[in-house]
Antibody
Framework: QVQLVQSGAEMKKPGASVKVSCKAS????????IHWLRQAPGQSLEWMGW????????TYSQKFQGRVAITRDPSASTAFMELSSLTSEDTAIYYC?????????????WGQGTLVTVSS | DIVMTQSPLSLPVSPGEPASISCRSS???????????LDWYLQKPGQSPQLLIY???TRASGVPDRFSGSGSGTDFTLKISRMEAEDVGVYYC?????????FGPGTKVDIK
């Protein structure tokens, strides 16, 4: 069955970086896009960017440009999201999600989420 | 960026009763291919969001037929024909016409 399994919770200090992984199984990794989204406590969802797993092309939200890097390792069917220069505003649950991008984008499978807490 | 709004933000519904959520976008979500780039997700308490409806009106695999999506352009509606206890959670609309993809604030649906 299709699964996206994310790495565990992280606690970081302001100014640090965090790297979250998303391991895919149950489907051909390079046939799909992987998106990263986040949800701050009590807030709505926020889209951060996506990666074309076949060739590594990325598109980022302008809000995170220069601070986020989405990469992948096709041999391990894993995508990564690294966010740098963390502040308390980055405290959130981070999700990866699969997108088949047939006619349009939609996220049919999601990871379980990774809580990132930024605190001094 | 395209701004998404939803109403109501809170919706108590009695079991077996219908429910309706409105989603509006600041720009038309109608793609040149004729499809509306609007999806609906349900986030049940303590869970990751799950896809309900994509391209405005297509039900995702495994989604009960009591859920339906309609609308075009800037005005969209998600309807639950008969509320069940398992439908409790926060419903989000999201536009995927252009990046950054943007979500509505969410509508919290619970049992009256």
């Amino acid at each position: 069955q299709v699964q996206l399994v994310q790495s565990g919770a992280e606690m970081k200090k302001p100014g640090a970086s965090v790297k979250v992984s998303c391991k895919a199984s149950g489907f051909t990794f390079t046939d799909y896009f992987i998106h990263w989204l986040r949800q701050a406590p009590g807030q709505s969802l926020e889209w951060m960017g996506w990666i074309t797993t076949a060739n590594g092309d990325t598109t980022y939200s302008q809000k995170f440009q220069g601070r986020v890097a989405i990469t992948r390792d096709p041999s391990a069917s894993t995508a990564f999201m690294e966010l740098s220069s963390l502040t308390s505003e980055d405290t959130a649950i981070y999700y990866c999600a699969r997108d088949s991008y047939s006619i349009g984008s939609y996220f049919d499978y999601w990871g379980q989420g990774t809580l990132v807490t930024v605190s001094s | 960026d395209i701004v998404m709004t939803q109403s109501p933000l809170s919706l108590p519904v009695s079991p077996g009763e219908p429910a309706s959520i409105s989603c509006r976008s600041s720009q038309s979500l109608l793609h040149s291919n004729g499809y509306n780039c609007l999806d609906w997700y349900l986030q049940k308490p303590g869970q990751s969001p799950q896809l309900l409806i994509y391209l405005g009106s297509t039900r995702a695999s495994g989604v009960p037929d009591r859920f339906s999506g309609s609308g075009s352009g800037t005005d969209f509606t998600l309807k639950i024909s008969r509320m069940e206890a398992e439908d409790v959670g926060v419903y989000y609309c999201v536009q995927t016409l252009q990046t950054p993809f943007t979500f509505g604030p969410g509508t919290k649906v619970d049992i009256k």
